[in-house]
């Protein structure tokens, strides 16, 4: 006779575990770590009361990131804007779009005390059958799809922040490519100081030469 079944084992391993994780203070961060420095962090936004930015907060939370208000010595998160853009991919063959690709931009801001600030950008992209014959519904599901690539970007937003922890550790917010190209700008100027110093001396030795007597 089985006392157990294996699905009870389970469970009952599972809530063990779950158990041990959380007497150890373990806590789950969700899929993407963000780096210590962002722990605590201000939120701002060109709509505090839109969708996308309620569900930003809302990953930000489960991120265990302290919200707080936005001040000269605290991160801050501040989201630009965001844009919705449709094309056609198929036709019925009255001409009437019968296949739409939806794509949402949007852009944000990362700012650091002393180290500086960073412009990034998300975009999700789906594609969904428009059936002029069930307009209302077609309406309220391309709400909902709205809302769910809303639900995507905030997701990158936070995998992209996780990102950010090689750039805090190299004490700077400039990309790769800024890099490179202030340190083009830099050889640039040191160059035209070396000429010019040069110049300076090779000028201050023609002065020094004596006259020639006729």
Known sequence: MRLFSLPSIKLASVVLAASLLTACGFHLRGDYSIPEELDTMSLTSYDQYSSFTRMVRGQLRMSEVNLVAPAANVANLHLLGESVGERTLSLYQNTRAAEKELTLQTSYRVTIPDLGSRDFSTSVTRSYLDNPLTALAKSVE??????????????????????LKADIEAGTMLTGQEIDEQKAQQRAEDEQYRIQTIENETNSIDLQQPVSQQ
Do not use: G, T
Not at 146 to 159: C, H, P, T, V, Y
């Open 142 to 163: 391309r709400d909902m799809i709205e809302d769910e690539m809303r639900k995507l970007a905030a997701s990158q937003i936070i995998r992209q922040m996780a990102r």
